[in-house]
């Protein structure tokens, strides 16, 4: 019912810049939060960033003062615009949205998942 899709990955050199965006469609009554993960090779995921409805946002330690999280609500997707980027920011980024969707005779809140986009940064 709900589907998220990234783009924007792909092969950048160290110092380079990268954005990614993620669409979300499908049914919702709103949207809570939207954000973005990423997985290192043989590592866990970790919280790259987020955004809250309201526009709050916050990131990780390592992505401060060079990754950028935006919204379009119109267009329900959000952004991650990635500068100075390092070899270890190389990963699969996941986009992550957590909306209020209908259902049985009421609403709840639910998580849902993108594919995931690779991002690799050479030496």
């Known amino acids: 019912q709900v589907q998220l899709v990234e783009s924007g990955g792909g092969l950048v050199q160290a110092g380079g810049s990268l954005r990614l965006s993620c669409a979300a469609s499908?049914?919702?009554?709103?949207?809570?939060?939207m954000g973005w993960y990423r997985q290192p090779p043989g590592k866990p995921r970790e919280l790259v960033a987020y955004?809250?409805?309201?526009?709050?946002?916050s990131y990780g330690d390592s992505m401060k003062g060079r990754f950028t999280i935006s919204r379009d609500n119109a267009k329900n997707t959000v952004y991650l615009q990635m500068n100075s980027l390092k070899p270890e920011d190389t990963a699969v980024y996941y986009c992550?949205?957590?909306?209020?969707?209908?259902?049985?005779?009421?609403?709840?809140?639910?998580?849902?998942w993108g594919q995931g986009t690779q991002v690799t940064v050479s030496s």
């Open positions: 955004i809250t409805s309201g526009g709050s946002t």
């Open positions: 992550e949205l957590v909306a209020t969707v209908p259902g049985a005779g009421s609403r709840y809140r639910a998580e849902y």
């Open positions: 499908g049914s919702f009554f709103s949207i809570n939060t």
